[in-house]
């Protein structure tokens, strides 16, 4: 249960930041804070959209899904579900591979890092973390007989 | 025995309720932090308005749009590569322009301020002032703020430039000779000194009346500031003027 908590509440953070980036590459935020790296010059650049939407939308996206699931996972009905672990871990291993594209793009083609950005890698990093630990914890309980 | 379980059952239900109770306090906080952060850095004036004395310009003159004898002048300090300038020539502009600078309530002057941490800014400055020579420096202006993404952060953004030249029409060859020396320059150097002297420490920078304010500035926040200005003018023109 508390890997779960841990998952919402990092998925939660992302989400805050993400929203600030869409923002931001929408428009309605003037400067972008960025004390470390070049944001910018990252957000201005043509990796910055992806499917003809801004990444930090998909971002927006990928963190409301994890939010989500989370805490449905926290519901009593769901608390031992093994497809609620497993989803997340399939959902944040696309993530954390997506975060791993977006920063090999940053170092190696766009030369420039966006500390945002990374700061969101690790956090998919982590919480993939999290939801392999919490896949481990279900898969030690018996099974419940309507949560196979 | 069984009574005992059963006790430390509901010590744990309990338990477990408080717990997740503390997380949806703790979840909620973190919303409503993160939240309210971006509704601040949305809303914030960035810096705020500051009063600074209404000096005329020196040898910088910026490129004027609108009426030179309109009875207030908007002093705009913006650097070509920077996304709140951006933002603001291509969404807000657009009624200060119709509203104020068309109807003769204002004119709009543009200040060059190319910030050193952006490398292609004095080149897009540079490309703009060139198209001044032949009396599009607005048509670049604009192009060259609408296209920021594609040429902001590239090795090679002489080509951008010189396609946007070519697309309002200018003579390019004659464009692409000032642009190469570099002619302009000084006269940007002129107008970036121009708000150092004022005081301009961002970008964008509105200078209007005796108010200096920077940020994204909306329609509304213009026109008070304009509205204001011309007030001080109507009023200071009043008290020169010798009752009879």
């Known amino acids: 249960m508390k890997t779960r908590m841990g998952i919402a509440l990092l998925a939660m953070g992302g989400l805050i930041l993400a929203l600030y980036l869409t923002l931001y590459k929408m428009g309605m935020i003037g400067e972008l804070t960025c004390t470390v790296g070049s944001c910018e010059t990252v957000q201005l ?82 919480i993939l973390g999290l939801s392999l630990m919490d896949l481990r914890a279900v898969r030690g309980l018996p099974l419940a007989p309507d949560h196979r | 025995m069984g009574a005992g379980r059963g006790r430390r059952n509901v010590v744990k239900a309990k338990k477990s309720a408080s717990s997740m109770r503390s997380f949806y306090i703790l979840l909620a906080a973190v919303a409503v932090v993160g939240i309210g952060a971006i509704i ?37 300090f913006a650097d070509f590569e920077c996304p709140a300038c951006a933002t603001w020539a291509t969404v807000q502009k657009h009624d200060v322009v119709q509203r104020l600078v068309a109807t003769g309530q204002a004119n709009l002057r543009f200040f060059d301020f190319p910030l050193p941490m952006h490398q292609n800014t004095t080149q897009a400055h540079n490309a703009a002032a060139c198209a001044a020579d032949q009396d599009k420096f607005w048509e670049m202006h604009d192009a060259i703020f609408v296209g920021q993404p594609e040429w902001a952060g590239n090795s090679r953004p002489k080509r951008f430039f010189e ?23 000084p006269r940007i150097l002129a107008n970036k000194a121009e708000g150092d002297r004022r005081g301009v420490n961002s970008t964008p920078t509105f200078v209007i009346g005796r108010r200096l304010r920077p940020g994204v500035l909306p329609f509304d926040v213009i026109k008070a500031m304009v509205d204001s200005a011309a007030a001080e003018v109507t009023s200071s023109s009043a008290a020169a003027t010798p009752s009879q």
């Open chain 1, 45 to 126: 650049s043509k990796w910055a959209t992806f499917l003809g939407l801004p990444v930090a939308l998909w971002g927006v996206g990928a963190y409301l899904a994890v939010l989500g699931l989370a805490l449905v996972g926290l519901q009593p009905a769901w608390l031992e579900s093994r497809g609620i672990s497993w989803l997340l871990v399939g959902l944040n291993t696309w993530n954390v591979a997506f975060s791993a594209w977006l920063t090999y793009l940053e170092l190696f083609v766009i030369d420039a890092i966006c500390m945002w950005c990374v700061i969101s890698a690790v956090l998919m990093v982590i």
């Open chain 2, 40 to 76: 601040w850095q949305t809303q914030r004036p960035e810096g705020g308005t500051r009063w600074v004395e209404n000096v005329e310009p020196g040898e910088a003159e910026g490129y004027l749009m609108g009426d030179p004898n309109a009875p207030v002048t908007i002093y705009e």
């Open chain 2, 163 to 185: 396609g946007y030249a070519r697309n309002i029409g200018l003579d390019v060859s004659a464009w692409e000779s000032c642009y190469e020396n570099g002619t302009h320059l």
